[in-house]
Protein backbone atom coordinates (compact mmCIF):
# COMPACT_ATOMS: atom_id res chain seq x y z
CA UNK A 1 0.00 0.00 0.00
CA UNK A 2 1.13 3.55 -0.85
CA UNK A 3 -0.21 6.72 0.64
CA UNK A 4 -0.07 10.48 -0.30
CA UNK A 5 -0.95 12.78 2.45
CA UNK A 6 -0.97 16.88 1.63
CA UNK A 7 -0.38 19.69 4.00
CA UNK A 8 -0.13 23.72 3.80
CA UNK A 9 -3.75 24.12 2.38
CA UNK A 10 -5.67 26.99 3.63
CA UNK A 11 -7.21 30.63 3.13
CA UNK A 12 -4.54 32.72 1.13
CA UNK A 13 -4.80 36.48 0.04
CA UNK A 14 -4.47 37.08 -3.53
CA UNK A 15 -0.80 38.17 -3.84
CA UNK A 16 0.35 36.15 -1.68
CA UNK A 17 2.02 32.97 -0.89
CA UNK A 18 1.52 29.38 0.16
CA UNK A 19 3.61 26.54 0.54
CA UNK A 20 1.96 22.77 0.06
CA UNK A 21 3.25 19.38 0.81
CA UNK A 22 3.04 16.02 0.06
CA UNK A 23 4.36 13.05 1.73
CA UNK A 24 4.33 9.78 -0.11
CA UNK A 25 4.58 6.53 2.61
CA UNK A 26 4.16 3.13 2.23
CA UNK A 27 5.37 0.10 0.25
CA UNK A 28 7.48 2.22 -1.95
CA UNK A 29 11.10 0.98 -3.98
CA UNK A 30 11.01 4.22 -5.87
CA UNK A 31 9.27 7.08 -7.33
CA UNK A 32 9.22 8.44 -10.74
CA UNK A 33 7.56 11.40 -11.34
CA UNK A 34 5.78 13.50 -9.04
CA UNK A 35 3.47 15.99 -9.56
CA UNK A 36 0.31 18.74 -8.28
CA UNK A 37 -2.79 18.83 -9.86
CA UNK A 38 -5.76 21.18 -9.02
CA UNK A 39 -9.65 20.97 -9.31
CA UNK A 40 -11.76 23.94 -9.13
CA UNK A 41 -15.67 24.25 -8.60
CA UNK A 42 -17.28 22.87 -11.90
CA UNK A 43 -13.88 21.93 -13.52
CA UNK A 44 -12.21 19.40 -14.56
CA UNK A 45 -8.83 18.24 -12.84
CA UNK A 46 -5.55 19.66 -14.29
CA UNK A 47 -2.01 19.63 -13.91
CA UNK A 48 -0.26 22.52 -12.39
CA UNK A 49 3.10 20.91 -12.23
CA UNK A 50 4.91 17.78 -12.43
CA UNK A 51 8.63 17.12 -11.45
CA UNK A 52 10.65 13.69 -12.87
CA UNK A 53 12.98 11.89 -10.38
CA UNK A 54 15.91 13.43 -12.09
CA UNK A 55 14.03 17.42 -11.02
CA UNK A 56 13.09 18.27 -15.20
CA UNK A 57 9.71 20.00 -14.37
CA UNK A 58 6.95 21.35 -16.50
CA UNK A 59 4.20 23.38 -15.67
CA UNK A 60 0.38 24.86 -17.06
CA UNK A 61 0.58 27.80 -18.43
CA UNK A 62 -1.12 29.45 -15.80
CA UNK A 63 0.99 29.24 -12.77
CA UNK A 64 4.61 29.61 -14.85
CA UNK A 65 6.68 32.01 -13.04
CA UNK A 66 4.48 32.20 -9.85
CA UNK A 67 4.67 28.48 -8.64
CA UNK A 68 7.73 26.26 -7.74
CA UNK A 69 7.75 22.53 -8.07
CA UNK A 70 10.60 20.95 -5.76
CA UNK A 71 11.03 17.54 -4.51
CA UNK A 72 13.24 15.64 -1.34
CA UNK A 73 13.62 12.34 -3.12
CA UNK A 74 15.38 11.16 0.27
CA UNK A 75 11.72 12.42 2.31
CA UNK A 76 9.59 10.89 -0.65
CA UNK A 77 8.12 14.22 -0.70
CA UNK A 78 7.10 17.17 -3.25
CA UNK A 79 6.64 20.67 -2.50
CA UNK A 80 4.41 23.34 -4.09
CA UNK A 81 5.63 27.03 -3.74
CA UNK A 82 2.91 29.30 -4.63
CA UNK A 83 3.41 33.16 -4.96
CA UNK A 84 1.67 35.75 -6.24
CA UNK A 85 -1.64 33.93 -6.08
CA UNK A 86 -4.82 34.95 -7.62
CA UNK A 87 -8.92 34.14 -6.80
CA UNK A 88 -8.38 32.03 -10.45
CA UNK A 89 -6.00 29.35 -8.19
CA UNK A 90 -8.73 28.53 -5.28
CA UNK A 91 -9.14 24.87 -5.83
CA UNK A 92 -8.45 21.75 -4.02
CA UNK A 93 -5.07 20.71 -4.66
CA UNK A 94 -4.11 16.99 -5.30
CA UNK A 95 -0.69 15.22 -5.28
CA UNK A 96 0.32 12.59 -7.60
CA UNK A 97 2.94 9.95 -7.84
CA UNK A 98 4.48 7.31 -10.69
CA UNK A 99 5.47 4.99 -7.85
CA UNK A 100 7.26 1.69 -8.14
CA UNK A 101 6.51 -0.61 -4.86
CA UNK A 102 8.67 -3.25 -3.39
CA UNK A 103 6.89 -5.91 -4.95
CA UNK A 104 8.26 -3.89 -8.17
CA UNK A 105 4.80 -2.91 -9.02
CA UNK A 106 4.43 0.02 -10.85
CA UNK A 107 0.83 2.12 -10.30
CA UNK A 108 -0.01 5.93 -10.57
CA UNK A 109 -1.44 7.31 -6.89
CA UNK A 110 -3.30 10.13 -5.99
CA UNK A 111 -3.92 11.90 -2.38
CA UNK A 112 -7.13 13.14 -1.19
CA UNK A 113 -6.58 16.56 -1.67
CA UNK A 114 -5.70 20.22 0.25
CA UNK A 115 -8.00 23.00 -0.34
CA UNK A 116 -7.05 25.93 -1.11
CA UNK A 117 -8.69 29.36 -1.24
CA UNK A 118 -7.86 32.70 -2.31
CA UNK A 119 -9.32 35.33 -1.31
CA UNK A 120 -9.33 38.84 0.39
Known amino acids: QVQLVESGGGLVQPGGSLRLSCAAS????????MGWYRQAPGKERELVAR???????NYADSVKGRFTISRDNAKNTVYLQMNTVKPEDTAVYYC??????????????WGKGTLVTVSS
Open 96 to 109: NADVLTTRFYGANY
Open 26 to 33: GSIFSINA
Open 51 to 57: ISNGGNT
